[in-house]
């Protein structure tokens, strides 16, 4: 069985969703639940976990709404601003719903000292006495920056996502390699295996050009701490669901069972502390 562990939902606002620009058309509509199941039918997925897509309270309330009302949502990674001097008090107020695991912000659109600066490590160094984790999302040249940030919390769960965004689309990996293998090496650090298929050439990939980037990834983490996620919809840009998976379980084929019940199922379960 799969546990997704990074799926969106949203009902598209132009005003509000300016990320999603004209080439990204496809996702400019309501994206729900009832969708996923639809996506993911006879694909034995579990569930999933829904992933913010709004830097705002009102998303992270949304996604709760939705968790509270549809089974297949197992678990809600939210937004508060982690900067805010008040951001214990919202963690208090959200954490209280047992559905909310984990935080994220997106530091890939934010100045790469964002993640350093004193009120976001103030607002980090508050997740763990409620029992959240936090999703790391940068892009390959932000990396060396979020090394930095986990070296301060050593007993803080992170997850980062998406490998890191390598540049897929042109092979250039020297100093993503690099850092991958420094960030692996922290304990409290796991990787999401999703949204690779973005980075590469949308409509012109190969299963090939990924094997290197998968390779560096599970040699570096090792099989119990990287987790399959599909980061649908947005994956559908490059193709969609059934083709994401396939190019996943290609290269996982040769795993014995207890690997593939990590990676597909377990290793997000015990991360995100989400029950059977």
């Not at 940030?149 to 897929?168: A, S």
Request: charged share 30%.
């Amino acid at each position: 069985m799969v546990l997704d562990a990074h799926v969106h939902f949203w009902n598209y606002d132009p005003n509000r969703d300016t990320w999603i620009t004209e080439e990204m058309r496809a996702l400019k509509r309501q994206l729900s639940p009832e969708d996923y199941k639809s996506t993911t039918e006879n694909l034995n997925i579990s569930g999933c976990i829904a992933v913010q897509a709004d830097e705002s309270e009102e998303e992270t309330q949304f996604l709760l709404d939705l968790a509270e009302k549809h089974d297949v949502i197992r678990a809600v990674l939210g937004w508060v601003d982690l900067s805010a001097e008040d951001v214990e008090v919202k963690l208090k107020k959200f954490s209280k719903n047992r559905l909310l695991k984990g935080i994220r912000c997106i530091l890939q659109d934010k100045n790469d000292d964002f993640m350093l600066s004193k009120g976001f490590l103030n607002g980090i160094s508050k997740l763990q006495q409620y029992k959240l984790t936090y999703d790391i999302l940068v892009h390959h040249l932000q990396l060396e920056k979020a090394i930095k940030l986990v070296e301060k919390f050593p007993k803080q769960p992170f997850i980062l996502d998406h490998l890191g965004k390598p540049d897929i689309k042109n092979g250039n990996y020297r100093h993503w390699e690099q850092n991958i293998a420094e960030l692996a090496q922290f304990e409290n650090v796991h990787c999401k295996i999703s949204g690779m298929v973005t980075e590469a050439d949308w409509n012109n990939w190969k299963k090939e050009d990924f094997e290197f980037c998968l390779d560096t990834v599970f040699s570096a983490f090792g099989i119990n701490k990287v987790v399959f996620a599909s980061d649908w919809p947005v994956c559908n840009l490059a193709g969609n669901f059934s083709r994401v998976l396939d190019l996943v379980q290609t290269f996982t084929a040769n795993f014995n069972k207890a690997e593939k019940e990590a990676f597909y199922y377990k290793n997000a379960q015990k991360f995100y502390k989400i029950d059977n």
